[in-house]
T-cell receptor, first 114, second 113 residues
Framework: EAGVAQSPRYKIIEKRQSVAFWCNPI?????LYWYQQILGQGPKLLIQ????????DSQLPKDRFSAERLKGVDSTLKIQPAKLEDSAVYLC????????????FGQGTRLTVV | GNSVTQMEGPVTLSEEAFLTINCTYT??????LFWYVQYPGEGLQLLLK?????DKGSNKGFEATYRKETTSFHLEKGSVQVSDSAVYFC????????????FGTGTQLKVEL
């Protein structure tokens, strides 16, 4: 089966610009996650969707980050405006359902803000 | 809150050496424990998991035992290979907590010939 697809793989932008990342989860997976992985740290959950509803966005900086999952399939994560500290790898993951099930990760998008 | 602490890397070993990567946790509820691996240029992959105390997860020669009394989930392998070079992440989820993963900072393993 196809894995979690993310694009782009790499992105370099200047601070105060905006950027968007795209994720296509594994077919049939109801739950989708966005994690932020800063260099030298473990991934941190930004937002979790169950179908097209938000389950947890408690660690999403809502003044600049937004995410949507229209129709409960693909998702986009946007940053506007970007700051230097947003430089990180943004990982998308999906699982069959919310609960004790394995999460499958995409390769991530590496964002560099200069 | 929930947290995971891993030993710092990088860990450098010769091929066929014994590997231990320490992981301890704190959890507000009843956790399930995981080890994820990230090979160079690839995404995170689940290596093994354990969902209750005294369970042993194992895969590809790696194993880890869920020790509730010491709140630990140390990763071990009896004989590492160059192909095991990667970053290893210990993580937990809380039962009923929506499958949210809390990760440690990762431990880089380098295996040399």
């Amino acid at each position: 089966e196809a894995g979690v697809a993310q694009s782009p793989r790499y992105k370099i932008i200047e601070k105060r610009q905006s950027v968007a990342f795209w994720c296509n989860p594994i077919s049939g997976h109801a739950t989708l996650y966005w994690y932020q992985q800063i260099l030298g740290q473990g991934p941190k959950l930004l937002i979790q969707f169950q179908n097209n509803g938000v389950v947890d966005d408690s660690q999403l900086p809502k003044d600049r980050f937004s995410a949507e999952r229209l129709k409960g399939v693909d998702s986009t994560l946007k940053i506007q405006p970007a700051k230097l500290e947003d430089s990180a790898v943004y990982l998308c993951a999906s699982s069959f359902r919310t609960g004790n099930t394995e999460a499958f990760f995409g390769q991530g998008t590496r964002l560099t803000v200069v | 809150g929930n947290s995971v602490t891993q030993m710092e890397g990088p860990v450098t070993l010769s091929e066929e050496a014994f590997l231990t990567i320490n992981c301890t946790y704190t959890a507000t509820g009843y956790p399930s424990l995981f080890w994820y691996v990230q090979y160079p240029g690839e995404g995170l992959q689940l290596l093994l998991k354990a969902t209750k105390a005294d369970d042993k997860g194992s895969n590809k020669g790696f194993e880890a035992t869920y020790r509730k009394e010491t709140t630990s989930f140390h990763l071990e392998k009896g004989s590492v290979q160059v192909s095991d070079s990667a970053v290893y992440f210990c993580a937990l989820t809380i039962t009923g907590g929506g499958n949210k993963l809390t990760f440690g900072t990762g431990t880089q393993l380098k295996v040399e010939l």
